[in-house]
């Protein structure tokens, strides 16, 4: 009788590989049509907030023109202050930025003022009238200015904005650096005023020194 070779059975259990034979064979892990991914993860792709903006980003949002002027209106005084005004308000723009709809606002936060005689006064606020402040007029402002001689002097106006981006959160982010709008066209005309004693005031005698 010849012997006879046993051998262990072969284990069913084995880790389950890709068909080498058949390497189109689908794998059941992956989506069966690449256009229905399910869960994005699933497909390789990232789902991303609303991008940092530049203001390069914003050059199609600009705000309006402020408006210039003062008191008295297009005069003053050598040696006295002449108060100059500007108006410039918060301002909301809706839009839509590299396929992001939103809302851009500017906001001012100081005004630059080109007195037209060489100087340039900066202040937070656009500055306001002699009655709303309770003074005087001819006294100083944060805004005012005083001219040394007499002409007429060309007054303009630079507002910086800061600018931030809504999208719709509520959450404002802010883009650094400022936007710039400027006005012009505001003339000054300075003047001297003397003063003399006389005997009679002008209405006495209108022809009196002075009158």
Not at 18 to 38: F, H, I, K, L, Y
Not at 106 to 127: E, K
Request: aromatic share 8%.
């Amino acid at each position: 009788m010849s012997a006879q070779e046993t051998r262990p059975a072969e284990s069913t259990d084995k880790p389950s590989q890709p068909d080498s034979r058949n390497p189109a064979a689908p794998d059941s892990t992956a989506p069966a049509d690449p256009d229905d991914c399910g869960d994005l993860g699933r497909c390789g792709y990232s789902i991303g907030g609303p991008p940092d903006l530049t203001l390069a980003d914003l050059a199609s949002f600009r705000p309006v023109q402020p408006t210039l002027g003062g008191e008295p209106r297009g005069f003053g005084v050598v040696g006295m202050p002449t108060n100059l005004l500007a108006t410039a308000s918060e301002q909301l723009i809706p839009g839509t930025v590299l396929g992001w709809d939103l809302t851009v606002r500017f906001m001012p936060v100081a005004f630059v003022f080109d007195n037209g005689d060489g100087t340039t006064t900066r202040a937070a606020t656009g500055g306001a009238s002699w009655a709303s402040l309770g003074q005087g007029q001819f006294t100083p402002t944060a805004t005012s200015h005083t001219y040394r001689e007499r002409g007429t002097y060309d007054v303009s106006l630079t507002v910086e904005y800061a600018a931030s981006v809504n999208f719709g959160s509520g959450i404002w982010r802010p883009v650094p650096g400022v936007v710039r709008a400027e006005a012009s066209g505001y003339g000054v005309r300075v003047v001297e005023v003397r003063t003399a004693l006389v005997e009679r005031t002008c209405a006495e005698d209108p022809t009196g020194p002075g009158c």
